[in-house]
């Protein structure tokens, strides 16, 4: 059977990222710079011969997995809950460090932005992480690691069987449109011993193989995160 074949991208660069400001569920708009990124990522899947794609409901993937999709009209693009960030709870909208702050503590480190120490601390699995996210979060409406997993999963359910459908049918490889914390969970469930070497950049892609069982995470593919100006 031929190769499934799924690439998953960070949505890209937001008014919320350039501040520092915890996104989750809420939203910003694309800055100047991530209409760029999403315009070379547009002609970097030009080529590629895509069969589907599927990016969350939220309006920063939305708009990047259109420019995406620039070289493809006749894909539709999937939008999909399931495929959401993590979810903050109180602390949306709020400064990166007044979360990860605490939540650094509680393992042990130091937060500082794009942290040095983050795959240390995520090298056991995000559920430690994500939890602590809930335990802070003082409206109680943060997700904890199940529930991250089970929406997580149901999303991987439909994107892998179309991936599989997709190879059989020899009709082509799939875009996985989403965010910078979860895609790290999403690869983790998928690679059980895959540890992300560090931070996931907007519009960083990633690739993911299944051949005769056996699953492949490739290198992170930042080419289109550094769009000029």
């Known amino acids: 059977m031929p190769a499934a074949r799924i690439h998953f991208v960070r949505h890209a660069e937001t008014l919320f990222n350039v501040n520092g400001q915890l996104q989750g569920w809420c939203d910003s708009p694309l800055t100047d710079r991530g209409e760029r990124q999403a315009a070379a990522l547009g002609e970097r899947l030009r080529q590629v011969p895509l069969a589907a794609a599927f990016c969350s409901d939220l309006t920063r993937t939305r708009t990047t997995a259109a420019a995406a999709l620039a070289g493809h009209p006749d894909v539709a693009l999937k939008e999909m809950p399931e495929l959401r960030e993590w979810h903050f709870g109180a602390w949306e909208g709020q400064p990166n460090a007044s979360l990860w702050g605490p939540v650094f503590r509680d393992h042990g480190y130091t937060y500082a932005p794009a942290s040095p120490d983050w795959p ?23 997700e904890n690691a199940r529930q991250v997993r089970d929406r997580l999963a149901k999303g991987l359910d439909v994107v892998t069987a179309a991936a599989g459908h997709a190879a059989a049918t020899g009709a082509g490889e799939i875009l996985v449109v989403t965010h910078g914390v979860v895609l790290g969970t999403l690869l983790r469930q998928i690679a059980p011993d895959h540890v992300l070497a560090g931070g996931f950049p907007n519009c960083g892609l990633v690739t993911v193989t299944w051949r005769d069982g056996t699953v492949t995470v490739g290198e992170t593919d930042d080419s289109c995160a550094v769009a000029p100006a």
């Open 120 to 142: 240390q601390m995520t090298a056991g699995g995000y559920d430690t992480v994500i939890d602590a996210v809930h335990r802070h979060d003082p409206s109680c409406r943060a």
